[in-house]
């Protein structure tokens, strides 16, 4: 199983990026797919997930309103579109696929990890 994250850079605090991570090796559409973030030295904090299907999504309140997550199961690839990002928003950023919509804000629950992607937003 692999889940490739890609889309990070370096913006400034109002603009937009588009995360995305490629799923390969795992029945793709039977997966719940979650976002994460990690500052350094911080510990790892959910931010977005999406059902299987992409029918249910749960956003914490920190993104909610400026990140959307959506997810292409022909694909086999899940996005998250971050706008109005702001210099708070500053970390690498992590896919990964778990099982429930009730466990995926665990950490330690979700079954596979991205290797992460940095995003950088400048004051």
């Known amino acids: 199983v692999q889940l490739q994250a890609s889309g990070g850079g370096l913006v400034q605090a109002g603009d937009s990026l588009r995360l995305s991570c490629a799923a390969s090796?795992?029945?793709?559409?039977?997966?719940?797919m979650g976002w994460f973030r990690q500052v350094p030295g911080k510990e790892r904090e959910f931010i977005v997930a999406?059902?299987?299907?992409?029918?249910?999504?749960s956003y914490a309140d920190s993104v909610k309103g400026r990140f959307t997550i959506s997810r292409d199961n022909d694909k086999n690839t899940v996005y998250m579109q971050m706008n109005s990002l702001k210099p708070e928003d500053t970390a690498v950023y992590y896919c990964?696929?778990?099982?429930?919509?009730?466990?995926?804000?665990?950490?330690?629950?979700?079954?596979?990890w991205g290797q992460g992607t940095l995003v950088t937003v400048s004051s």
């Open positions: 990964a696929a778990g099982h429930s919509m009730a466990t995926i804000r665990i950490i330690q629950a979700q079954n596979y």
């Open positions: 090796g795992l029945s793709f559409s039977t997966y719940v």
């Open positions: 999406i059902t299987g299907s992409g029918g249910s999504t």
